[in-house]
């Protein structure tokens, strides 16, 4: 079976970063096309999707709110995604969901990020 395991999330004022990282085990390999990516839930906001990688291609789309502001890019030698958070917003808390496969099909448990005014 698939584990995604995520970490750096944390608490952080306005206006300052995170990194978070999606650390993949188990049947991962040799998967071609395929997907990584982040969702987020929040009481006021519901499930968003915040960010997606998708390869062979190359395609990077993000959540419009989080554009400008959020990279998702990839370290393919230690299998994990990683998302950089910069200009964070209260708006932006809310618990972080990594995904794999192009039918998001595993997902970690997911991780807190809050960011305080």
């Known amino acids: 079976q698939v584990h995604l395991v995520e970490s750096g999330g944390g608490f952080v004022q306005t206006g300052g970063s995170l990194t978070l990282s999606c650390a993949a085990s188990?049947?991962?390999?040799?998967?071609?096309?395929?997907?990584h990516g982040w969702d987020r839930q929040s009481p006021g906001r519901g499930r968003e999707k915040v960010a997606q990688?998708?390869?062979?291609?190359?395609?990077?789309t993000y959540l419009e709110s989080v554009k400008g502001r959020f990279t998702i890019s990839r370290n393919t030698f230690k299998n994990v995604t990683y998302l950089q958070m910069n200009d964070l917003r209260p708006e932006d808390t809310g618990t972080y969901f990594c995904?794999?496969?192009?039918?998001?099909?595993?997902w970690g448990t997911g991780i807190q990020v809050t960011v305080s005014s």
């Open positions: 188990g049947s991962v390999f040799s998967a071609w096309p395929t997907s």
């Open positions: 990688l998708d390869e062979p291609e190359g395609r990077a």
């Open positions: 995904f794999f496969s192009r039918t998001r099909d595993f």
